[in-house]
């Protein structure tokens, strides 16, 4: 019996652990994309008063 609970323990530990890596891996690559459309939109802001001046 002993064996089964740690079997399930640490099963749970294991998915909550992939759990943990996919919510952190999703959370770094928004972050990422987030940070790439503000460059885009400064470098459009930039252009746009270059080409008024």
């Known amino acids: 019996?002993?064996?089964e609970q740690?079997?399930?323990v640490s099963r749970q530990?294991?998915?909550s652990a992939n759990l943990h890596?996919?919510?952190t891996a999703t959370y770094h690559r928004a972050?990422?994309?987030q940070?790439?459309?503000q460059q885009q939109q400064?470098?459009?802001l930039l252009?746009?008063?270059w080409s008024v001046g």
Do not use: I, P
């Open 1 to 3: 019996v002993k064996d």
């Open 6 to 8: 740690g079997k399930a």
């Open 13 to 15: 530990a294991r998915s």
């Open 21 to 23: 890596g996919t919510l």
């Open 31 to 33: 972050s990422q994309q």
């Open 35 to 37: 940070h790439q459309q």
């Open 42 to 44: 400064q470098q459009q």
């Open 47 to 49: 252009l746009l008063l």
